[in-house]
């Protein structure tokens, strides 16, 4: 059997028999009471439980994540990797452990294969610290993150560090990392609440707008636009952090608000004229006010939709939710800062968001407040 016929398996049920089976063993015999987490968490559609036997066709397969102390990192790393090389087995449920070398500067992916020599594996071994500074922006295993170190952190990147799963943690510092990151403090939450809605009541009237000059792709374009972020704030509203484009529908459909809302979302979307479009738009508008006003954070607004001033538009005027959560913050830091919100709510690219240090998205983060402040 070739691992392409091998039965599909998730990939978090693939990383625990490799622990198990492969890892564990190996540690425990050449490293007795070395202290150490096994996981596999951050980056990849399997960490987030969405993975299907078509991701397996890259990066993708027997993976584990091993966090050490950084001196033990510096002392045991690389004699880690090596006894892994030789001592893996060479298959896990008929898929290979071993990845075929990115050599190729066009596909820089790895790709299984099997082998008969030295598995070059995905047992990759960390200084945990190091990882979630690099990750999170701070050392999340030794202290709190402040409200600054949340707007710079990408809800995409805090979905990895939490999600997944951990297989053994000796010293309990990467489970208390990831207790410290599992939701938003409640005055962050409020804050990015008030900023999403913020973000709605700005382009809410243009679905209109766009039809009544002609301008039906544009029109079809802010109705998109406004329905992504109205998946958003349904995952905020739920406390779930927000995955990346790719798995954006996958998370929000496990709300427990998707059988309510799914249905006008997808109309807004499939309409062709500005009346089933601004129709579909307007329900989904009142179904998630009303969930905004379940929760309790403040006193329950109108959630019926109303003309735009003096313009035939129907619309929520979303900055009615927005003011009073805004209203309601107690924390300094957050009071009164412009309602630009998270580095990721106000910024859509790839390589900033999955691609920059903590240090730089912290700077960006401010930039961008400090700039809307100005205004």
């Known amino acids: 059997?070739?691992?392409?016929?091998?039965?599909?398996?998730?990939?978090?049920?693939?990383?625990?028999?490799?622990?198990?089976?492969?890892?564990?063993?190996?540690?425990?015999?050449?490293?007795?009471?070395?202290?150490?987490?096994?996981a596999r968490i951050g980056p990849g559609s399997e960490v987030l439980g969405f993975d299907t036997a078509r991701s397996a066709?890259?990066?993708?397969?027997?993976?584990?994540?091993?966090?050490?102390?950084?001196?033990?990192?510096?002392?045991?790393?690389?004699?880690?990797?090596?006894?892994?090389?030789?001592?893996?087995?060479?298959e896990i449920r008929g898929w290979p452990t071993h990845f075929r070398p990115a050599d190729d500067p066009l596909d820089p992916v790895g790709h299984l294969e099997r082998t008969e020599g030295p598995v070059n594996h995905r047992v990759s071994t960390y200084d945990l610290g190091g990882w979630l500074t690099r990750e999170a922006g701070f050392d999340a295993s030794t202290a709190e993150p402040a409200v600054r170190d949340w707007l710079a952190m990408p809800?995409?990147?805090?979905a990895g560090i939490t999600g997944g799963a951990v297989f053994h943690d000796g010293p309990g510092l990467l489970t208390a990392a990831?207790?410290?990151?599992?939701?938003?403090?409640?005055?962050?939450?409020?804050?990015?609440?008030?900023?999403?809605?913020q973000r709605i009541s700005q382009e809410e009237a243009f679905v209109g707008r766009c039809a009544e000059v002609g301008d039906e792709l544009g029109s079809a374009v802010v109705a998109a636009r406004l329905v992504r972020d109205l998946m958003r704030l349904g995952?905020?509203?739920?406390?779930?952090?927000?995955?990346?484009?790719?798995?954006?529908?996958?998370?929000?459909?496990q709300l427990d608000a998707a059988e309510r809302l799914l249905p006008s979302l997808r109309g807004a979307l499939a309409a062709t004229?500005?009346?089933?479009?601004?129709?579909?738009?307007?329900?989904?508008?009142?179904?998630?006010?009303i969930r905004q006003n379940a929760s309790g954070l403040v006193d329950p607004v109108d959630p019926s939709p109303r003309p735009y001033h003096g313009r035939p538009f129907l619309v929520l005027h979303a900055e009615r939710f927005a003011r009073p959560l805004a209203a309601s913050l107690t924390d300094p830091e957050l009071r009164g800062r412009p309602l630009t919100g998270a580095v990721d709510q106000w910024a859509d690219s790839t390589d900033l968001l999955t691609g920059a240090g903590g240090d730089a998205l912290r700077a960006a983060a401010e930039a961008a407040g400090a700039a809307t402040a100005r205004r």
Request: proline share 7%; with cysteine.
């Open 1 to 38: 059997m070739t691992h392409a016929e091998a039965a599909f398996l998730p990939g978090l049920e693939l990383s625990r028999i490799l622990y198990e089976e492969g890892v564990r063993p190996v540690l425990d015999d050449a490293f007795p009471g070395l202290p150490y987490a096994a």
């Open 57 to 90: 066709d890259h990066d993708w397969g027997p993976r584990l994540d091993l966090f050490l102390a950084a001196d033990d990192v510096a002392a045991h790393g690389e004699a880690i990797r090596r006894l892994l090389a030789d001592r893996l087995p060479k």
């Open 155 to 158: 809800q995409q990147r805090l």
């Open 178 to 197: 990831r207790r410290r990151l599992a939701r938003y403090p409640e005055q962050v939450w409020r804050y990015l609440l008030a900023c999403q809605w």
């Open 235 to 253: 995952l905020l509203l739920e406390r779930r952090y927000w995955p990346y484009s790719k798995w954006l529908g996958s998370a929000f459909a």
């Open 273 to 289: 004229d500005l009346p089933e479009r601004e129709r579909h738009l307007c329900a989904a508008y009142e179904a998630v006010a």
